[in-house]
RNA sequence: GAAAGUAGGACAGGCAAUCGCCCUGAUGUUUCAUCGGGGAGGAAAGUCCGGGCUCCACAGGGCAGGAUGCUGGGUAACACCCAGUGAGGGUGACCUCAAGGAAAGUGCCACAGAAAAGAAAACGCCCCUGACGUUAGUUAGGAGCAAAGCUGAAACGGUGAGGUAAAAGCUUCACCAGCUUCGGGGUGAUCCGAAGGCUUGGCAAACCCCAUCUGGAGCAAGAUCUAAUAGGAGAGAAGUCCUUAGGGACAAUAGUGACCCGCUAUUCUCUCGGGUAGAUCGCAUGAGCGGUAAGGUAACUUAUCGCCUAGAUAGAUGAUUGUCACCCCGAAGUCCUUCGGGGCACAGAACUCGGCUUACGGACUACUUUCGUUU
RNA sequence: GCCCCCAUCGUCUAGAGGCCUAGGACACGGCCCUUUCAAGGCCGCGACGGGGAUUCGAAUUCCCCUGGGGGCA
């Protein structure tokens, strides 16, 4: 994933916060908003509430993962926040996966 | 063979395929491609100590506060490390210890107990005398004692013998502990020996005393660059006249006001300062790592040769599959092979080093101890 | 990443080495009172975050963890 389709700064951030739709789930929270370019830009959150640092970084990975594979779904133009609530210890790979798809389901920009 | 102990380390899975990430070199060419190189740990963690570095403060010194606390050494420094001393634990290899001072002073030691620290006998023991009583004993007075008993976590040296009415370190004895002095070994903590007088409770992770060290904050420290917006300080020019100059006088516009005076403000240029967003530096050649030699019991030091080994900033190493290696369980047998299943930890660099502490599945190497068996 | 602070019943708190078998208020449960409810009275339930050290003795002193909360551009 290039820098250009990912949310670097602060300011992104609060103005995806503060604008956004929400699609909310127990496990996460997923935040969206049209930006002014062609492109999909997005952005992760975990805060420290959820895990050690390895732990974060590990569900980051996944979840940017699982993005990639399943970004061809979804209209270009959109900034996405992906923020953890809850996650289980035990979900591996494929659990992530199939709750991402169904947040894919509700958002409006789905195909 | 089993169970242990100690130390070590460039141990902490390897390889391949597909899809991807960060830094960097070259080429194309421009911010994207292609090819090449590099890319987490022993604890990267907790942030508990000690440094480097940066900024602030500071004449010098002291007090207060904080830290350390057997001795000697190592180190940039330390609360760390090494060697030793003492105490405690273990059959042993070995391990553990905040281990200075309680005759500098103050304070505390609940309950129980006669008594909890400059001294006492109200629980008691023993003897004498009187009274009562047949006796056992009871009671009053006197003298002696602190041994035994009782209490407690702890009782003013301990154990045994002599001694006595009962007793007592009682200038009686033996052994032991402690104190003081002397002699000897050791740099020293301290150890060994002799003599003396007979003896001094515990708590300083209670206040404290003594010795040594100690300014504060932290890379989100700090430095540099500059866009935009708002606003600050100074200088000059904006009109005319006077004056060497400094400056003064008179005007213009707007506000206040009914109007005048008065007061306040006004445009442009330059400089300085402030400083948020952003960028760059700080930022990886360092008390660095490895080899060899010398010194030292060792920690470590010195010399010399070789090597360069992550650098992000919403924060880079992942996912899937196959296979091999290792470990565990089950089954089969040709007894070390096959098949099936499962497992492979703790955990992710953020300025950087030296430690400590905590988490952690296991594998390896070396040395040592105890027990068992065989020869 | 760095720097601070806190932890006692369900909740808010008292405690400063022995009087702590940890006190109080609210809440909860039972009984009394009342025609009933509330208020009131009596009784009960219920806690020192975990481990180690110092001490005769630790909620209190010291060390190490754990879990919360806050600040720094």
Same mark, same amino acid.
């Given at each position: 994933m290039k820098k250009s389709e990912r949310l670097l700064k602060n300011k992104d951030f609060i103005n995806v916060y503060k604008q956004g739709k929400i699609v909310r789930n127990p496990s996460f929270l997923l935040f969206y908003i049209k930006n002014e370019t062609t492109k999909n830009r997005v952005g992760f959150s975990v805060s420290k =509430?959820?895990? =050690?640092a390895h732990e974060r970084n590990k569900i980051k990975r996944i979840l940017k993962d699982i993005y990639i594979k399943h970004r061809n779904e979804i209209k270009d133009g959109y900034d996405f926040i992906f923020l953890v609530r809850k996650i289980n210890k035990e979900d591996n790979y494929s659990d992530i996966e199939k709750i991402i798809l169904e947040i894919f389901k509700k958002v409006n920009p789905y195909r």
């Open positions: =509430k959820t895990g =050690k």
